[in-house]
């Protein structure tokens, strides 16, 4: 697969997820999901 096509993608899943769960306090997620899909891009 294309780079380009996977990230695209991922960017658009991860900001649809962002703002449905939006409300409250969500640094913790975001940070969380953030890590976890840098570790992963890395490694792919």
Do not use: Q
């Amino acid at each position: 697969m294309d780079a380009e096509y996977v990230v695209g993608r991922l960017n658009r899943k991860l900001t649809g997820w962002a703002n449905y769960f939006c409300l409250g306090p969500v640094s913790p997620a975001y940070r969380a999901i953030n890590t976890h899909v840098t570790r992963r891009l890395r490694r792919w």
